[in-house]
């Protein structure tokens, strides 16, 4: 057998025999221990009773160093000190593939051990580094260290294409204790892909993870879908080290990708990278593969966290053999890759108008995608809307009131006045709180103004700002001037009538995709048991409340407004017979002329017919405003009046005799 480099330990010096020989007979000294380092002088306990052999260690074993011999008394370790044993050439066998320099031949086994066939490891494996035999060993006993450093490449080995065949360590090999199998290696991506160690007569494969072999870009192509947002030149600058071509998006992810497949199988592509110019592949690997069973399928990376993905890596003859076959891109066989790929972030566009609308229909659209937003502190990465197909175009509100949204190109065709015109719309992403409103107390005299003021600083947040208007006179002045003291573009007028509720939600919000408009709540009138929006709270629009001159009966309908059923509170209109009188002719005379209707004829017969306050005065108000109606012949012009509180204070004292 090969023997390599070792040391013959039979060298002692004459100075070394000399001291050995004047030593008492009791001491047994093995060859293979460096005696110039241990102490020759030691000897037992003269008191102990037992004749015993004292056996002292090396630095690998408790035993196999001197001996020191009494007679024929058991064996005693000491452990007092150990000898050093040197590297010796008995009993060892070392493989050619093996450094033996990297070895420490110094090992030894205990001679209190039976006999064995001591098989050492290399870096890799506990097989096919050196052995040492007992004399006599029928059986292997396999130990971790130390281990040899294997330095040859077997002929085992089958190398891929695309690989860098300098990242990998052909050192490698199996355990020879294993059963015969194709070893499958990895790459930096893939636990297949990479080279392959082959035994004799193996059939089954076992997958490698000691070490990964790097590839080199496979696909021999790059698309560029452009989607006319100005930035396919970048991404084109990006991966200059790909050959590449621009292609337009039209409509949707599979026709767009059933083009380029027939395209680069005409040019006898096998796998090509799609790529988007809305992304960005700074810091993207193009060396990626897929697994080999994954191979025919398409493989889809996540844009930011959305998995339905704008970058794709096609195996060309099977996409362009199956692609007429799938009417959705996602029925076909797709593989979603976990690693993502950052968006470039989409136009901001802030504005002020009320309405998302108007900025939406005046903005010139370049890109897919755009984020209108009223205030300056939001990010567009907040939400990555997928481009696959309209139906996940959607238009995104990211707050309640949707003063940010973002709207997709695709949907500007539908917007006629609302945004909900698209039929596309995905509210699972509010994560935005919206701007408080202002509260604004209006008050004209009523004699419960200041308890119900103060009922509502106990009840606002803290969050919205409250105003008080007091002593305007007239509906059009008072309305405008809690415009003017508002800050906010909505604001919420509570009426000096109204005991508001105490859980009313102050984080309410107009809905921005929506034409601007006024939202009018529910109030309960204790009087006469009606729930509508007759002295309720109202959310005014401030453009448009600044906008309306009170041509109409009721100043809040002359614009654009929805009823939101909720009861922001109770009336309390009844508590002077001057309020209450005024109060129901006024009303009383809104529902008369918004007659033939089956709602509000119902509620103008609760006028006239139900008061359960002392003095009925509310039901005299109703009463006097429909003769008043009957007697002006529904004259416009003369219901006007009805809007100036000193023509209603001389009305009354003429017909009832009632002084303010």
Not at 168 to 193: C, I, L, M
Not at 315 to 341: C, I, M
Request: hydrophobic letters at 35%; a negative charge; aromatic letters at 14%.
């Amino acid at each position: 057998m090969p023997q390599h480099g070792y040391t013959d330990t039979n060298y002692h010096s004459d100075r070394i025999i000399t001291r050995l020989s004047s030593m008492t007979d009791h001491w047994t000294v093995p060859s293979n221990i460096d005696y110039t380092k241990f102490d020759f002088s030691w000897h037992p306990d003269y008191t102990d009773p037992d004749q015993y052999e004292y056996h002292f260690g090396t630095q690998w074993q408790s035993s196999g160093g001197p001996i020191y011999n009494q007679g024929a008394g058991p064996v005693k370790l000491v452990t007092d000190q150990r000898a050093q044993a040197i590297a010796s050439s008995m009993n060892w066998y070392c493989p050619d593939s093996a450094d033996p320099s990297t070895f420490d031949f110094s090992w030894h086994p205990s001679p209190l051990e039976p006999a064995y066939t001591y098989q050492f490891g290399t870096q890799w494996q506990k097989t096919n580094g050196p052995c040492y035999t007992t004399p006599g060993a029928t059986d292997i006993k396999f130990l971790p260290s130390p281990r040899a450093v294997k330095i040859t490449k077997d002929n085992c080995w089958t190398v891929p294409n695309n690989a860098d065949v300098e990242s990998f360590d052909w050192t490698w090999h199996p355990d020879a204790t294993d059963p015969p199998y194709v070893y499958q290696f990895g790459t930096q991506h893939q636990r297949t892909g990479g080279p392959l160690y082959t035994v004799t007569g193996a059939t089954d494969i076992k997958f490698v993870d000691q070490i990964k072999i790097k590839t080199q870009r496979t696909a021999g192509k790059v698309y560029v879908i452009d989607h006319l947002d100005g930035n396919a030149s970048k991404v084109r600058e990006q991966i200059s080290h790909c050959d590449c071509s621009v292609v337009r998006y039209f409509d949707n992810y599979l026709d767009t990708l059933t083009r380029i497949a027939k395209n680069a199988d005409n040019e006898h592509y096998e796998f090509v990278w799609v790529v988007s110019s809305i992304c960005d592949y700074t810091d993207f690997d193009f060396s990626w593969h897929p697994e080999q069973w994954q191979a025919g399928m398409l493989h889809v990376f996540a844009s930011n966290d959305q998995k339905f993905g704008d970058t794709f890596f096609m195996h060309v003859p099977t996409f362009a053999y199956r692609a007429g076959q799938a009417k959705l891109l996602e029925w076909y066989d797709v593989n979603f890759v976990n690693t993502s790929v950052p968006r470039r972030p989409i136009p901001i566009i802030q504005h002020n108008e009320d309405s998302q609308v108007d900025a939406v229909k005046k903005f010139e659209w370049a890109g897919p995608l755009a984020l209108f937003t009223r205030t300056d502190y939001v990010d567009s990465t907040l939400v990555t809307v997928p481009l696959w197909r309209e139906l996940t175009k959607t238009i995104v509100p990211l707050d309640l009131g949707a003063s940010s949204v973002i709207v997709p190109r695709v949907a500007i065709p539908y917007i006629k006045t609302q945004l909900y015109d698209y039929p596309y719309i995905d509210r699972e992403h509010i994560m935005l709180k919206g701007f408080p409103l202002d509260i604004v107390f209006l008050s004209n005299g009523e004699s419960d103004a200041d308890y119900l003021y103060a009922h509502l600083l106990d009840c606002a947040s803290s969050t919205n700002q409250v105003h008080c208007v007091t002593g305007v006179k007239g509906r059009v002045a008072s309305q405008h001037a809690a415009a003017n003291v508002s800050t906010t573009d909505w604001y919420f007028v509570v009426p000096g009538k109204l005991h508001v509720e105490r859980n009313f939600d102050w984080a309410w919000q107009p809905d921005r995709m929506q034409q601007a408009k006024h939202y009018i709540f529910h109030a309960h009138n204790p009087v006469n048991g009606l729930i509508y929006g007759h002295m309720a709270m109202v959310a005014y629009n401030k453009k448009l409340v600044l906008e309306t001159q009170g041509i109409g009966l009721d100043f809040t309908m002359e614009k654009a407004h929805e009823v939101v059923p909720i009861v922001s509170g109770t009336a309390t209109y009844a508590s002077t017979p001057m309020m209450a009188w005024r109060t129901a002719f006024r009303e009383v005379l809104k529902l008369q002329a918004s007659l033939p209707d089956i709602e509000n004829e119902y509620r103008l017969n609760q006028w006239l017919t139900v008061d359960l306050s002392t003095d009925q005065w509310s039901q005299k108000g109703a009463q006097d405003a429909v003769a008043f109606y009957n007697e002006v012949k529904g004259d416009p012009t003369e219901l006007h009046k009805s809007y100036e509180w000193d023509w209603l204070a001389s009305y009354v004292f003429i017909k009832q005799g009632l002084v303010e």
